[in-house]
């Protein structure tokens, strides 16, 4: 299994990024997808998750700014952060997820300064 993000990068508040995670390696739309983030010295935490009935849900932080998308054609999964805030700095991680059996990609570093 091997889960590559991209898209991070630096960004002013108020900004955007479209985070993209291909995978490969596993039967893409039998999984569940998802994004979590992990600051420095916090948990990884939940962002966002679809389901390969395209059922999504997202952490309570989340309020409306970021929208959680699959292409099943592609094997790939995005994540479209708007208004980020600083808040929003952090690692962002994607995961697959089938029964019992999960995943996790590298990372990809996502800055919100000024």
């Known amino acids: 299994v091997q889960l590559q993000a991209s898209g991070g990068g630096l960004v002013q508040p108020g900004g955007s990024l479209r985070l993209s995670c291909v995978a490969s390696?596993?039967?893409?739309?039998?999984?569940?997808m998802g994004w979590y983030r992990q600051a420095p010295g916090n948990q990884r935490e939940l962002v966002a998750r679809?389901?390969?009935?395209?059922?999504?849900n997202y952490g309570d932080f989340v309020k409306g700014r970021f929208t959680i998308s699959r292409d099943n054609a592609k094997s790939t999964v995005y994540l479209q952060m708007n208004n980020l805030e600083p808040e929003d700095t952090a690692v962002y991680y994607c995961?697959?997820?089938?029964?019992?059996?999960?995943?996790w990609g590298q990372g990809t570093q996502v800055t919100v300064s000024s």
């Open positions: 995961h697959s997820l089938y029964g019992s059996s999960g995943a």
């Open positions: 390696g596993i039967r893409f739309r039998l999984h569940v």
């Open positions: 679809i389901t390969s009935g395209g059922n999504r």
